[in-house]
């Protein structure tokens, strides 16, 4: 059986990390052996691959100076595991792995390209380091792997000249992430909702990016215009300490929920009414607008990545860091009937089932694989 090592940068959970583990355990053990190994450390993603019987490791990178120790270690972890793939995800991981590989003998190497307009201002900059010399070293790898038009368009204007691309959008597991009225009262029961108050909700990690604080002036000025809707926060750092939300506009006193990291991502995005994804950059595919409306949960989204191609015509875009837009296009959503909700809702779960469902994207990834073993 053709055995896949990936290697990723740690396995904290954002969208790269859920794919990967989506993708192992569906894949492991039936037509692929597959492996991970995380630069620095282990997180909720390796717990749902062990699972499914994935083999995770750990190299516990910590910066810059242990660099060198690390591509030598996983140089030995590589000759020893003797993969027929290597796939590395998220830039970090695509520079580390790409040595080590080189160092172990050459297997195929795959990169994953998983975001598009990041402003590396607002990182390390050891990060824009890091791209420089991966848009050097573009034509090592077999094939470049974008999950975004966005992406690639983006890393190509950066100076990727990879041998290949090849665009695998993510997959979203719709038996898991649906439609699920018992879920929905749980959640606003937990909140303190009442049925008639609409729900609009961001899930996303705290990060520049993200642009919580532009939400949270947008629902300042929603809540100013509307009395009914309350909002839920939900992502790794996002609670009610986070400067933003210590900030938040006075209008949204009472009617704002910052819950941190949460435990049951399906079961709260089937307790929303709105998906919000604020987003200022870097977004390639995002997972969450998918994942809502395959929830039946309709999304306002800032035109970031591919975010407009997957919403099209059941929810609505705006331009990114334009509060004014973001608080109109809620109003908007939320101030249509129940019965055309209903129905925006129904028509975004179908198009994430016909064009973006996890089955699709897993045969994706295996067709990539059977394609680099045979030299195609």
């Not at 290697?7 to 355990?25: C, F, K, S």
């Not at 830039?91 to 307009?117: F, I």
């Not at 909140?191 to 961001?202: Q, R, S, Y």
Request: one cysteine or more.
């Amino acid at each position: 059986m053709p055995r896949i090592v990936h290697i990723i940068t740690d396995l904290d959970t954002g969208g790269a990390e859920r794919m990967l583990a989506r993708l192992v355990a569906a894949s492991h053990g039936a037509r692929f052996d597959h492996h991970v190994i995380a630069l620095i450390g282990q997180g909720r993603q390796a717990e749902a691959m062990r699972a499914a019987g994935v083999p995770v490791w750990a190299l516990g990178l910590s910066g810059a100076a242990g660099l060198p120790l690390s591509v030598a270690r996983l140089a030995v972890w590589l000759r020893r595991l003797r993969p027929d793939v290597v796939q590395t995800w998220l830039y970090h991981a695509d520079l580390v792995g790409t040595l080590a590989a080189a160092l172990a003998g050459g297997p195929s190497l795959l990169w994953s390209v998983r975001c598009s307009d990041m402003d590396f201002q607002r990182y390390a900059a050891s990060t824009a380091l890091v791209v420089r010399l991966l848009a050097r070293l573009s034509g090592w790898p077999d094939m470049v792997v974008a999950n975004a038009e966005a992406g690639r368009e983006r890393h190509v204007a950066l100076g990727y000249r990879p041998r290949r691309w090849r665009i695998i959008p993510n997959g979203v597991d719709v038996a898991a992430y649906r439609p699920d009225p018992r879920a929905r009262a749980t959640v606003r029961r937990q909140l303190g909702v009442g049925e008639g108050a609409p729900v609009v909700g961001v899930v996303a990690r705290r990060d520049p990016m993200k642009d919580h604080a532009t939400f949270l002036e947008a629902a300042g000025r929603v809540a100013g215009r509307m009395p009914a809707p309350v909002f839920v926060l939900a992502g790794r750092g996002v609670t009610a300490e986070a400067p933003e939300v210590r900030t938040a506009p006075p209008a949204l006193a009472g009617r704002l929920h910052a819950l941190g990291e949460h435990a049951d991502v399906p079961r709260l995005m089937a307790g929303l009414d709105l998906l919000v994804l604020p987003s200022l950059y870097g977004e390639g595919f995002p997972n969450v607008v998918a994942e809502a409306m395959a929830c039946g949960v309709p999304a306002v989204v800032t035109d970031v990545g591919d975010a407009a191609h997957i919403v099209g015509e059941t929810g609505r875009v705006v331009p990114p860091g334009d509060a004014d837009a973001l608080a109109d296009a809620m109003v908007a959503m939320l101030g249509e009937t129940e019965a055309e909700r209903a129905r925006r809702g129904q028509a975004a779960r179908q198009r994430i089932t016909a064009n973006w469902s996890l089955e699709s994207t897993v045969a994706a990834f295996e067709d990539l694989y059977r394609e680099v073993l045979a030299g195609d």
